[in-house]
């Protein structure tokens, strides 16, 4: 998934991918159905300019920015 200035999101583990390339999606679009075993495993990796970034900053939440 591509965010634009140089982010995108790498996911795998997905059994049906339900968006094509180039397509835009809304916050909180679906972007495919994960498989129907067990313990289905989802790959998620953020990258800036092609190189990993660490994830956690991303979805860590901080008090300051909940609002309650």
């Known amino acids: 998934l591509e965010h634009g200035e140089g982010n995108h999101t790498l ?6 991918i339900d968006s094509l390339v180039g397509q835009r999606l809304m916050a909180g679009e679906p ?3 994960m498989a129907s075993e067990d313990k289905p495993t989802l790959y998620f990796e953020l990258r800036h300019n092609g190189q990993p970034v660490n994830p956690l900053p991303w979805l860590t939440a901080r008090k300051d920015k909940v609002s309650g």
Do not use: C, E, K, Y
């Not at 996911?11 to 049906?16: K, Q, T």
């Open 31 to 33: 972007v495919g159905v």
């Open 11 to 16: 996911l795998a583990g997905m059994s049906r």
